[in-house]
């Protein structure tokens, strides 16, 4: 099955600075991967997505890129502010849909004011 | 526009009793889903169902059970909860395989 890897598991970065979280993924068959922000007390919210076909993806400060061929994608925070801190979660997903997706393990960013 | 919600948020039970939680989402989605979030690890899913009257197995579907009978519900039960069922549970809910899913604010379940 799919094994999606996470990285840093916790992260501090001064505000205003940028952030970038990393995972790994071993199915070439995932083909979606959306970032999911979880504040305290709530439930994970999409943030944002990128799928196969695309290397990169932006939204405002945020961005996503993705490496089919060494198999990682990563989140870019660019001039973080306090209320970006939160878990953040990456995840991968096959064509079979939520099924059979794979969460990564969530990085814990806190943006120091 | 209330999206999924969860209930209860909080739950103490003890061993050997049963619960149910309830997931109701008014998008009009087909797609439902358990999930468990354990310290450390990523979301795990538990059941899904693809429409209503549909059930089927996750990751880790031992020691629960659900029920579709409407597409806007989607319950989860606990025959005869065990400490290992502590967790946080979230329900989440997509239009599609692979589009957005919208998750609940959780429900947060000891059992001692």
């Known amino acids: 099955g799919e094994n999606v890897e996470q990285h840093p598991s916790t992260l501090s970065v001064q505000e205003g600075d940028s952030a970038v979280i990393k995972c790994t993924y071993s199915?070439?068959?995932?083909?979606?991967f959306p970032w999911y922000k979880q504040e305290l007390g709530k439930g994970p919210q999409l943030i944002i997505d990128i799928r196969s076909n695309v290397g990169e993806k932006k939204d405002q400060r945020i961005a996503v890129t993705l490496n089919k061929t060494a198999k990682h994608f990563s989140l870019h925070i660019t001039e973080t502010q306090p209320e970006d801190s939160a878990v953040y979660f990456c995840?991968?997903?096959?064509?079979?849909?939520?099924?059979?997706?794979?969460f990564g393990t969530g990085t814990k960013l806190q943006v120091i004011p | 526009n209330a999206g999924v919600t969860q209930t209860p948020k909080f739950r103490v039970l003890k061993t050997g009793q049963s619960m149910t939680l309830l997931c109701a989402q008014d998008m009009n989605h087909e797609y439902m889903y358990w999930y468990r979030q354990d310290p450390g690890m990523g979301l795990r899913l538990i059941h899904y169902s693809v429409g209503e009257g549909t059930t089927a197995k996750g990751e880790v579907p031992d020691g629960y059970n659900v029920s579709r009978l409407k597409k806007q519900n989607f319950l989860l039960g606990l025959e005869s909860a065990a400490p290992s069922q502590t967790s946080v549970y979230f329900c989440a809910s997509s239009s599609d395989l692979n589009t957005e899913a919208f998750f609940g604010q959780g429900t947060r379940l000891t059992v001692v």
């Open positions: 199915d070439s068959a995932s083909n979606y």
């Open positions: 995840a991968a997903i096959p064509s079979g849909g939520y099924q059979k997706v794979t």
